[in-house]
């Protein structure tokens, strides 16, 4: 049975850096796309960054020039380096992957991206003060 996990959120203040990682389990391929989401309580999904199996990628313009998004094929894992966290980056995170190619990994970016995902990771919190 594949999943992801995704790890690495927690607690930091306005400003700090935090890293997220997703690594699949059951599976030694490479996905067509993998990304980030995060979630607001109340608020829509919103897809962050994606990067294709070339390695091209994408970000939402609010994290642009701060977040990073980087995959280790060696390791089959990927990451996303999060810079200079605003409180408004307060949310849960998510990582996605795709192995069947669905939708192009730019249609992942922005709220209300629904894009076709394999399978999801858990989660992982991030929560950024002021």
């Known amino acids: 049975q594949v999943r992801l996990v995704d790890s690495g959120g927690g607690s930091v203040q306005a400003g700090g850096s935090l890293r997220l990682t997703c690594t699949p389990d059951?599976?030694?391929?490479?996905?067509?796309?993998m990304g980030w989401f995060r979630q607001h309580p109340s608020d829509e999904r919103e897809g962050v960054a994606s990067?294709?199996?070339?390695?091209?990628?994408y970000y939402d313009d609010s994290v642009k020039g701060r977040f990073f998004i980087s995959q280790d094929n060696a390791k089959n894992t990927l990451y996303l380096q999060m810079n200079s966290l605003e409180p408004e980056d307060t949310a849960m995170y998510y990582c996605?992957?795709?192995?069947?190619?669905?939708?192009?990994?730019?249609?992942?970016?922005?709220?209300?991206?629904?894009?076709?995902?394999?399978?999801w990771g858990q989660g992982t919190q991030v929560t950024v003060s002021s």
């Open positions: 996605a992957a795709d192995y069947t190619g669905s939708t192009p990994p730019a249609l992942w970016i922005g709220y209300g991206s629904s894009p076709i995902v394999n399978y």
């Open positions: 990067v294709d199996s070339n390695g091209f990628t």
């Open positions: 059951g599976v030694t391929y490479t996905a067509h796309c």
